[in-house]
């Protein structure tokens, strides 16, 4: 299979320090293989998980590929060449199948090792692009990653906190700097798919759990 062409040289030799998880939001995972290696799309993965299979490479870790676009991560703004992309194949609106969610587990345990890449940054697209994105959804399982230690999640029974330390707590933990709706949309979708409403305390007490477990240090919080 042929890799995509769609990638280049990582900026000022930066190295991948973050995984970026997609959706593809297209019927297969053929068609989204077509469109990640078309040079006139502009875009790319260094991963793709179809629904049942093992994960396609389509571009080489070292390099750049085009997955993130505009948005940013704890300070680094250009997250495309601090990344790792892996898109996984699902339209958007149906659950993630079992065979899937293996495969993707056993990728990312290998990025992990190879790249020492901490697992509290492992995040969405919706995280690093609030404007813009909202995948990879509500009905993708990050608590399941976090229990193999391949993604963060906020302690069972974390207290509420004061609403008022919710942005801060967020910008803490790595979220951009974006409109207070916007930003409790992207907070509820990976960790409160099931909160409405307006902020609460529950919410607050979720960032405040997860700032103080994985601050953002000021090494990998470089642009």
Request: hydrophobic share 40%; aromatic share 6%.
């Amino acid at each position: 299979m042929s890799l995509s062409p769609n990638c280049g040289p990582r900026r000022e030799g930066a190295r991948p320090d973050l995984v970026v998880i997609h959706y593809t939001a297209m019927a297969s995972a053929e068609a989204a293989r077509v469109r990640l290696c078309d040079p006139a799309a502009e875009v790319s993965a260094h991963w793709l998980v179809p629904e049942r299979g093992e994960p396609l490479a389509l571009v080489p870790e070292e390099l750049r590929a085009w997955h993130a676009g505009a948005g940013s991560w704890g300070g680094v703004t250009d997250v495309n060449s601090r990344s790792i992309g892996i898109e996984l194949a699902n339209p958007g609106d149906r659950p993630f199948s079992e065979p899937q969610m293996a495969a993707l587990e056993r990728l990312l345990a290998g990025i992990l090792a190879r790249w020492r890449i901490p697992p509290a940054r492992v995040i969405g697209h919706s995280d690093m692009a609030p404007e813009r994105k909202c995948d990879p959804g509500p009905r993708f399982d990050w608590r399941r990653l976090a229990r193999g230690g391949l993604s963060v999640w906020p302690s069972d029974g974390c207290p509420p906190a004061e609403a008022e330390t919710f942005a801060a707590s967020a910008r803490a933990f790595g979220y951009p700097a974006v409109e207070a709706e916007l930003l409790l949309a992207a907070v509820r979708l990976r960790f409160r798919p099931w909160a409405r409403g307006p902020l609460t305390g529950e919410d607050a007490g979720v960032m405040a759990d997860l700032a103080a477990r994985y601050p953002v240090d000021g090494e990998t919080s470089q642009a």
